[in-house]
């Protein structure tokens, strides 16, 4: 009877962790755009909750009043405190989420009707290579109701 030689062993034993490295490779490569997509989808859904908010809000706001850093619109405050934005002193941004930067800039005009550009800066807290810049422009809703006569 013949066993197997000292070379054949090593070549076995070589091949193996050959694929074993490869697997584990692929493995990690998975998780790893698994949890960056994750992250992405976490940032994306951030920045749709604060266009949503911003653009009703200002649309339909009554009395508007902005500086670089907050925003007033009626009763609502809006600013940045410690990376997160900031309604009326509570957090309306994930934790997951720092806000590097959030400026208002007014384009209003003396017609008494509010143009703002609002640009907030979004990075995520656990992946900081994934991050994403909303500006949105929006300007102020003016109706006015008149009565027909008939």
Do not use: C, H
Not at 25 to 39: A, D, F, G, H, I
Not at 123 to 144: A, D, G, H, I
């Amino acid at each position: 009877m013949r066993g197997f030689t000292l070379i054949e062993i090593l070549l076995g034993v070589a091949i193996s962790v050959l694929i074993f490295i490869t697997a584990g490779s692929v493995m990690v490569t998975l998780y790893n755009s698994s949890t960056r997509t994750k992250q992405s989808q976490s940032l994306e859904q951030t920045k749709n909750d604060l266009q949503l908010e911003f653009l009703n809000n200002v649309r339909w706001g009554e009395e508007i009043e902005s500086n670089l850093n907050s925003l007033r619109v009626d009763e609502t405050v809006y600013e940045l405190v410690d990376g997160r934005i900031n309604k009326n002193g509570e957090a309306i941004t994930s934790s997951e989420v720092e806000v590097r930067d959030f400026s208002v800039v007014d384009y209003s005009t003396s017609d008494g009707v509010a143009s703002l550009e609002i640009s907030i800066e979004l990075v995520n807290k656990r992946l900081p290579s994934v991050s994403e810049r909303l500006r949105v422009v929006v300007s102020q809703r003016q109706m006015e109701i008149t009565e027909g006569g008939g």
